[in-house]
Every structure is written in C-alpha cells, then in structure tokens.
C-alpha cells in the first residue's frame, strides 16, 4: 500500500475514500506519520473536527519522533502544526507558543539580538507572519523568564550580562550566519552545553568538592571579553580552594576551555573554529601565557613544550600531549 495513493484520493476530493485508505494504513506495519497526517487532513477537510484534532496531534506527535530520529527536517512538523492552528481555532495561541521557543533556540546560538532581527529570523525559518500579532507577542515574551528585553531593542538570554557587546562584536566580526528551523528546533529542544558540561564535571568535582559547576564555569568564559577577564573573574570563584597542587592543569583546562567553547558573539563558534589568531587574551603578555600554560618562550614569544621541546602553536596547546 502506497501512501502517495491516499495523497492523491485528497487531491481529488475523495475524502471518505482517503479516510478509509489511511485508516487501512494505520493497521499495518508501514504507518509513519504521514498515514496519521493524511487522515487528520481527511477529517478536517470532511468537517469532522474533532477526528481532526485527534489524528493531526498523533501526526505531529510522530513527525516529531521522526525528526529527532533524522528522518525528516523539522519544516514538516511546522507545517503540521499550521494544519492544528486552522482547525483548533487557536491558531493565534499556538503560533505565539511556537514562535516563543523558536526565538529560545535561536538565543541559545547568539545570546543576544536585536528583536526585529530575531523575531525577522523566526519568521522566515518557520514561514511565520508574526507582525499581526506583534503586540501580543511582545506582552508574551516580557512575562517569558527565559529572555530579558530592553526597550523594543535587544532581546538576550537572563544569563547574558551585556547584550549590546554581543551584537557589536557580531557585526564588527562580520559574523552572519543563516539558521534553518531544524537548527532552532535543535538548540530549544536540546542542550547545546550538555556535552561540554558532562566532560568538566568530574574535573570541577574533584577542584571544589561539588561547589563550582561547569554551567557557571562556562558562563564567566562567555561573559568575559578577553582571556585575561575570564582568569581575572574565576579566580574570584575559585578563592576558597587550594589550587596550588595542580595550578599548571587547572590553568591548561581554562584555556583549553577558552579556546574551544561555542561563543555567542561568533555565531555559535569557538576562537579555534572561527580562527580568531589573536585568541581574546587581552593583556597578558607572552610570558605570562607561558607560565600560565606551563610553556618555555623565546624572545620572539614562540611557544615551546617543556617536555618534548616542540614549538607549539597558541591555539593548539590544548591539543598538545594528549
């Protein structure tokens, strides 16, 4: 049984026989999401609303299984959920829901945006039109505790402390990066920092027992703008610890970090992935990112490893020796 057979019966307007057809669909083995999203187009093209309702939720609910699966791109869940906004009546409800975690997960990539530009991004990724209810929207997304607004201007993430720098640094990098909807999805629905954070936690844990997490870790290295304010702003967290022992490792692994995690103000790419050369260090001078990083220096400020004697590039020192 084909599925494009129960498309082509709605295309022709026999709805009875495309219900009967998909139905037959759902009692085998070969159902997917489109036998459910078939049937649910049927009913609500046959009036019958509530079977509608019914059967274009299971769709969505397997469209969405189905993509995190990489089966489909996110596109076809979206355009399931127009079909829901059509027959609930609510379409003005839901739309608003949808564009909120939309714009979540383009936030999580760029921590902050100017909200034209952001909500501009949303619509074109979802084919939304959101200027009819840009008011309510507006309302929605000042009482949402996950972004914070300033005027009708910026909208950032909570944990973002100055969303201007952001955009600044964006444009004065000439970062312009094109999102699709599934990139969104993505960043919403999943944890862009989890993997990073699983890798710190046993380290943190043994430094300070538990009391520095990797989240807040991260955060000080996102909010600082050269490496040099990052050491300056950890070194106040990490005060009550003895970090004498292993001061060389601790202060590899902060480097490393600041070298490889995704920043905001590069569109979701790290200085190594960006190829930023100057790093961010700010003012620390190659003498200092020697002992630092527990490296030998020459006059011209080359980088050697003390163990091996190899000169090593800045931004690969993390990778050295492993």
Known sequence: MDVNYGWELL?????????????????????????????????LLSGERNEAVRYLEAALTHAVQAWEKGEIPYELAETIEKDLDRVTGQAEVRILKRSRDYLFGLLRLKGAMGLRDAVEVVEQCAYLRLTPVWDSLLEELRQDTRFRIHGEDIIQLP???????????????????????????????????????????????????????????????????TFRE???????????????????????LLFQLWVTIPRWELGFKSLEKAGVEDLWLGQVTSREVAAVLGLDVDEEGNFYCRECGERVALRNIHQHGT
Not at 188 to 207: F, S, T, Y
Not at 208 to 221: C, D, I, V, Y
Request: no cysteine; net charge negative.
């Open 11 to 43: 295309r022709k307007g026999d709805y009875g026989g495309a219900i009967a057809y998909f139905q037959e669909r759902l009692d085998s083995s070969e159902a997917d999401f489109s036998d459910y999203w078939g049937l649910g187009r049927a009913y």
């Open 230 to 252: 990052a050491l300056d702003r950890i070194s106040i967290r990490t005060r009550l610890y003895d970090l004498r022992s292993l001061l060389e490792n601790w202060y590899r």
């Open 159 to 225: 944990e973002v402390e100055d969303g201007s720098y952001l955009i600044a640094s964006r444009r004065n990098f000439q970062v312009s990066l094109a999102y699709t909807l599934d990139d969104l999805v993505k960043s919403w629905r999943g944890d862009n920092w989890r993997e990073l954070e699983l890798g710190l936690e046993p380290v943190l844990d043994g430094i300070t027992g538990g009391n520095l997490k990797p989240r807040a870790l991260m955060l000080e290295m996102l909010n600082s703008k």
